[in-house]
């Protein structure tokens, strides 16, 4: 059994970490009798490495969690996992769009401002270089 500090070691986590999904139940530490300490177990390992993969491949901490308690009732999570994967690919794809379109945007302006000098506000104008952009936040 190993305490809080060294089972973050182990698995190089922060003690913090290890604490913050315990207090979620993704964790489940025995309590030490004598001193009260939760306790880690080996087993406990694989359970957060199962989480640290699950959160590198996009899964929330409480989708994480549904995860467990299917797994927990003898319920495959198996489809649920497939339709969070293919959701999050289509949010993901719609985000990478957004940005791509923002670089051409960004781009743009920045081929029309190198033309452009350098201007004093006038007191219309704030930034010369912005406003010649014209209206592009109707693209966003």
Same mark, same amino acid.
């Given at each position: ?16 970490t ?13 309590r030490?009798?004598r001193? %009260?300490?939760?306790?880690?177990? @080996?087993?406990?390992? +694989?359970? &957060?490495?199962?989480?640290? #993969?699950a ?12 995860i ?10 198996c ?8 959701r %999050?690919?289509e949010?993901?794809? @719609?985000?990478?769009? +957004?940005? &791509?379109?923002?670089r051409? #945007? ?13 201007q ?16 592009s936040?109707?693209?966003?």
């Open positions: 059994m190993m305490n809080v500090s060294e089972f973050a070691r182990e698995v190089s986590v922060t003690p913090h290890v604490r913050y999904y315990a207090r979620l139940g993704l964790l489940k530490p025995q030490d009798p001193s %009260r300490y939760k306790k880690f177990a @080996e087993s406990d390992i +694989a359970r &957060l490495q199962f989480i640290m #993969r959160r590198s491949l996009g899964f929330t901490l409480s989708e994480i969690g549904e467990f308690r299917r797994s927990a009732r003898r319920q495959t999570p489809p649920m996992v497939r339709e969070i994967i293919r %999050r690919i949010e993901t794809t @719609e985000r990478l769009d +957004a940005v &791509l379109a923002l051409e #945007r960004m781009k743009q302006a920045l081929v029309l401002w190198e033309k452009m000098p350098d004093v506000p006038d007191g219309n104008a704030i930034c010369a270089l912005i406003e010649a952009a014209g209206d936040h109707d693209s966003a």
